[in-house]
């Protein structure tokens, strides 16, 4: 049943009167993104390619609506909209939190067979997805006065942290933010979380790689890996990225556009 704005501001939550689309909703920062979203009092839909993670988080959280579809195509991000509307009627913020990982492939590692398709499929799914909802989206985000927020990665500020690939990816993914930040004030905000390693997610590899059946496990030697590596010696969950999330969706981030929220264990003391 819709609800009204002023309805939802009834009761405490940093984003309590606020409705949100989230893209990649269904696993890892995507996943804790939406439940910290509706603790916060948001009115959220939640988009993701995966039926079987959909259906899992239908089953986890009954009273947000999710919607299955490809967050590079058009008419699937137009139906999660239809959603939006029929819940409440706008939408304040869009989250994509869309991605893949190339699992650190260097130029040398890729084949000459392998390259553009690996470039298209990392560049469409981490980049495209983006820009696609972001276009689809702007009317409301316009109406509303809402806010952007696109998952950009420690990859794209500092060497190291991916392959080729992923990070020009991601590098792309500061460019989005600067320039829609740009193009779109003073209507919308545009922002990013740039995140270092995270434990639970799901991240899988790209297909034109041979890494498709690939996937980040949060395992006792990678929490003393990423431990290592960062000055605070933590290795962040997703729960705790979700947390930047919150801060940018909520009135707390109403003076920040085209900048990015970096919780990933103080990498960047270290370049």
Known sequence: MQT???ERKTSAGQLMGLSAL???????????????FVSEGAQVVAFDRSAEKSAKLSATLPDITVVEGDACIRTDVENALVACRAVANDLDVLVNCVGIFDFYKGLGEVSADQLSGGFDEIFRVNVLSGLVATQACLPMLRAAKGVVILTASSSGFYPGRGGVLYVASKYAIRGCVVALANELAPDVRVNGVAPGGVLDTDIRGPRQLGLEGMRMRGNEE??????GLTPLQIAMTAK???????FLASEAGRGMTGEFVHPDGGLGIRG
């Open 4 to 6: 009204s704005k002023a």
């Open 22 to 36: 989230v893209l990649g909703a269904a696993s890892g920062i995507g996943r804790a993104v939406t439940e910290a």
């Open 222 to 227: 990678r929490v003393r890996d990423l431990e």
């Open 240 to 246: 705790e990225i979700a947390q930047s999330y919150v």
